[in-house]
């Protein structure tokens, strides 16, 4: 797909450059859009209007820095959702032909890390649910969860997605809520998981659950 009209963006509070543009997604069939992340609660307001409202999507695409920021048109065929999942499922499932604002980045410039949650019950009850799903305290591991400053991890997850999927479990049985990352980390039940990186965005059929990850740089 061709992408015309850029201007630069600059965020305000991070070291990074990306380029502003419109794109209609009710008219992008050669374009590939890779979600990561399940939605909590879709947007249930019908006024299509809405979107008048909606901040710039933000995008990453496999180039470097430099050759996006200095083009002057774009022919791409992927892009990775990195914020606004909720405004991009409205988007679609409303077929709005209009042209939305996005802004889009290099890839290189994307940190990602774990969206913290906030633990439901006690802290020791829920440590004893840990190990009735066999979690111990293990510092060496790549695949691990963290409890304030103890580190746990199980030899039945093996690897990202099974961490996920045990974070999922703990959000549909209700015993950890999102926890964001700007907030004040004054509280000791507070957990994260091991970070994802890009590139695990990209198994196929696979979306990490809500609130998995607190990407920036944010808009």
């Not at 201007?7 to 859009?33: H, M, R, W």
């Not at 926890?179 to 590139?199: C, G, M, R, V, Y």
Request: with cysteine; charged share 25%; aromatic share 12%.
């Amino acid at each position: 797909m061709k992408i015309k009209n850029l201007s630069s963006y600059e965020f305000k509070q991070y070291n990074v450059v990306g380029v502003k543009a419109q794109i209609n997604f009710a008219k992008t069939d050669n374009l590939e859009i890779n979600l990561h992340e399940e939605l909590s609660n879709p947007i249930t307001e019908q006024n299509i209007n809405l979107v008048e409202e909606f901040e710039p999507l933000l995008f990453a695409v496999d180039m470097e820095t430099t050759e996006l920021v200095n083009s002057k048109e774009l022919n791409i065929d992927c892009l990775t959702l990195l914020d606004g999942h909720h405004r991009y499922d409205f988007i679609i499932r409303n077929i709005i032909e209009l042209p939305i604002e996005v802004v889009l980045i290099s890839s290189q410039d994307v940190n990602i890390d774990s969206h913290l949650s906030e633990i439901n019950i006690k802290k020791a009850e829920f440590i004893d649910f840990l190990k009735s799903k066999k979690f111990i305290q293990n510092l060496n591991s790549n695949i691990y969860l963290k409890v304030d400053n103890e580190v746990y991890s199980s030899d039945e997850i093996f690897d990202i997605y099974d961490l996920y999927n045990f974070k999922r479990e703990c959000f549909q049985n209700e015993l950890i809520s999102p926890f964001p990352n700007d907030s004040k980390k004054n509280n000791e039940n507070i957990l994260s998981f091991t970070p994802i990186k890009i590139e695990e965005f990209y198994k196929e059929n696979y979306l990490f659950p809500p609130k998995s990850t607190w990407i920036t740089p944010r808009i």
